[in-house]
C-alpha cells in the first residue's frame, strides 16, 4: 500500500498485521480521492476507523491542512504513527486512542470541526448508524462538511430517512462502497 499522489507520493506505507484492518486498495483510494480532491485544500480532515492511517495520511498528502485520527487498537495506532513519521507528515496530524464515538465527543470539547468525515468501520456492524447519529448531534461538522462512509455492499442506509443527512453520491465497488452524505441543518462555516 502506498501514498497515491501530492506530498507523500510514491511511499509506501505499513499495515497493522491481522484481519482486523482492511486496507483500501491504491484502486479504491485513487477513485474515492478522485471525487474529494476538488474540497481537500486547506480542509481539516477527520479520519475515523483509521486502521493504518493511509485515506487520512492521503488527505494530508493532497492538500488537507489538518488530520485527526481516531483508532483504538493499539497495534494499529503504532502503524498510523510510523506512517505519519515516515511520510513527514505528522506535524499535521492528532491521533486519538478511543473509540469512534467518545471522539466525536472528545473532538467537539475540543472545539475541532471537520470539512471532511471519513469512517470505515468494522463491516456489518452497525456502526454506521450509531456514528452518523452522533455526528448530527455535534457541533463538529458544517452543514457542507462531506460525510464519506465505507461499508460492504450489503449494508443498508435506509435509516437515513430517520436522520438529518443526505446522500449526495454512492460509489459501488466489487464488495464494498463509497456512500457520500451531507447533513441538511448545521451551522454555517
Same mark, same amino acid.
Given at each position: &500500500?502506498?501514498?497515491? %499522489?501530492?506530498?507523500? #507520493?510514491?511511499?509506501?506505507?505499513?499495515?497493522?498485521?491481522?484481519?482486523?484492518?482492511?486496507?483500501?486498495? $491504491?484502486?479504491?483510494?485513487?477513485?474515492?480521492?478522485?471525487?474529494?480532491?476538488? /474540497?481537500?485544500?486547506?480542509?481539516?480532515? *477527520?479520519?475515523?476507523? =483509521?486502521?493504518?492511517?493511509?485515506?487520512?495520511?492521503?488527505? *494530508?498528502?493532497?492538500?488537507?491542512?489538518?488530520?485527526?485520527? @481516531?483508532?483504538? $487498537? #493499539?497495534?494499529?495506532?503504532?502503524?498510523?504513527?510510523?506512517?505519519?513519521?515516515?511520510?513527514?507528515?505528522?506535524?499535521?496530524?492528532? *491521533? /486519538? =486512542?478511543?473509540?469512534?464515538?467518545?471522539?466525536?465527543?472528545?473532538?467537539?470539547?475540543?472545539?475541532?470541526?471537520? $470539512?471532511?468525515?471519513? &469512517?470505515?468501520?468494522? /463491516?456489518?456492524?452497525?456502526?454506521?448508524?450509531?456514528? *452518523?447519529?452522533?455526528?448530527?448531534?455535534?457541533?463538529?461538522?458544517?452543514?457542507?462538511?462531506? @460525510?464519506?462512509?465505507? %461499508?460492504?455492499?450489503?449494508? =443498508?442506509? $435506509?435509516?437515513?430517512?430517520?436522520?438529518?443527512?443526505?446522500?449526495? #453520491?454512492?460509489?459501488? /465497488?466489487?464488495?464494498?462502497?463509497?456512500?457520500?452524505?451531507?447533513?441538511?441543518?448545521? #451551522?454555517?462555516?
Amino acid at each position: &500500500m502506498r501514498v497515491i %499522489a501530492g506530498k507523500a #507520493r510514491r511511499l509506501n506505507l505499513k499495515t497493522p498485521q491481522g484481519y482486523d484492518t482492511r486496507p483500501t486498495t $491504491d484502486k479504491i483510494k485513487e477513485t474515492l480521492f478522485n471525487i474529494l480532491n476538488p /474540497y481537500l485544500a486547506d480542509a481539516d480532515f *477527520l479520519d475515523l476507523f =483509521s486502521g493504518s492511517g493511509a485515506i487520512g495520511i492521503e488527505a *494530508l498528502s493532497r492538500g488537507a491542512k489538518y488530520a485527526a485520527f @481516531v483508532e483504538n $487498537d #493499539r497495534a494499529a495506532l503504532e502503524c498510523i504513527k510510523s506512517n505519519l513519521k515516515y511520510t513527514k507528515l505528522d506535524s499535521l496530524a492528532e *491521533l /486519538y =486512542s478511543i473509540g469512534a464515538l467518545e471522539a466525536i465527543k472528545a473532538l467537539e470539547i475540543n472545539g475541532k470541526v471537520f $470539512d471532511i468525515v471519513f &469512517m470505515d468501520p468494522p /463491516y456489518n456492524s452497525g456502526l454506521e448508524r450509531d456514528v *452518523l447519529l452522533a455526528l448530527q448531534s455535534s457541533n463538529i461538522i458544517y452543514c457542507d462538511t462531506i @460525510v464519506v462512509v465505507e %461499508a460492504s455492499k450489503q449494508t =443498508s442506509f $435506509d435509516f437515513l430517512t430517520d436522520t438529518n443527512f443526505r446522500q449526495i #453520491r454512492k460509489k459501488e /465497488y466489487k464488495s464494498n462502497q463509497h456512500v457520500f452524505l451531507e447533513i441538511c441543518t448545521k #451551522r454555517q462555516k
